[in-house]
């Protein structure tokens, strides 16, 4: 049976996965975070399941470290396991895991959700320095 344990487990699977990819390719969090454009915490926070990163994140790592796919692949099954878990919490009359991303507030005129975080499109980091250079 699902649970939401075992969603924080697959989570916390995924920033080892992600941890040891990095290793392996001569990485340091604070490397793999400038060339993902995100903060040397975040790969730190992600790794020991502190903080939960959309899809654009996990395509990132995966083209750096050259994954193939992987790692986006078991971020959508995570996900997919997570929206059960919330489905089956919801038919049990159990309370629903808060979704790390965003949170949810009802209030007299409906629900209304606050902290979402857009994802920027993936540029590759030569991309990015070549339009810092050419100013």
């Known amino acids: ?16 996965k ?9 990485y340091t969090q604070n490397g793999l975070a400038l060339l993902t454009l995100y903060g040397r915490s975040t790969v730190a ?17 995966g083209h750096i470290l050259g994954t193939g796919g992987a790692l986006f692949a078991d971020h959508d099954r995570m996900q997919a396991h997570a929206r059960q878990v919330d489905r089956l919490s919801a038919l049990r009359g159990l309370p629903q895991p808060l979704n790390r991303t965003t949170s949810t507030v009802k209030t ?13 499109p993936y ?3 030569a991309q990015v320095l070549g339009r810092l250079l050419c100013w």
């Open 1 to 16: 049976m699902s649970s939401p344990q075992e969603v924080r487990e697959a989570r916390l699977a995924n920033g080892r």
């Open 45 to 61: 926070n992600i790794e020991l399941d502190r903080e939960s990163m959309g899809r654009g994140f996990w395509v990132r790592c």
């Open 18 to 26: 992600l941890e040891a990819l990095c290793r392996a390719a001569g």
């Open 123 to 125: 540029r590759h980091p």
């Open 108 to 120: 007299s005129t409906g629900d209304r959700l606050f902290g979402t975080r857009r994802q920027a």
